[in-house]
């Protein structure tokens, strides 16, 4: 049994081509800003360094628009196969 990670962390992307690959993944992202304030949800969109998060996790009918440099670190499921 292949043990693969459908959307794999690497440590030598930028955090916004790792979004880039979450969001081609359909998979839910956690990001925790510099000032320790944390978001989960969808990733919508990514353009000009900014983040647009969408069905945000407790605030269903909210979406959260980020500064990609304002983010120290990302969270997503690694799923196995």
């Known amino acids: 049994m292949d043990k693969t990670p459908l959307v794999k962390m690497h440590a030598l992307n930028s955090f916004e081509e790792q ?3 979450i969001q081609q993944g359909h ?4 990001i925790v800003l510099k000032s ?3 978001y989960s949800g969808n990733v ?3 353009e000009q360094g900014r983040l647009l998060l969408t069905k ?3 605030k269903e009918y909210f979406d959260a628009l ?5 983010i120290s670190a990302l969270e997503s499921r690694a799923e196995y196969m």
């Open 66 to 70: 980020v500064h990609i440099e304002d």
């Open 27 to 30: 998979k839910k992202v956690t």
């Open 36 to 38: 320790g304030k944390e």
């Open 44 to 46: 919508a969109e990514i």
């Open 56 to 58: 945000l996790v407790g």
């Open 19 to 21: 979004l880039k690959l």
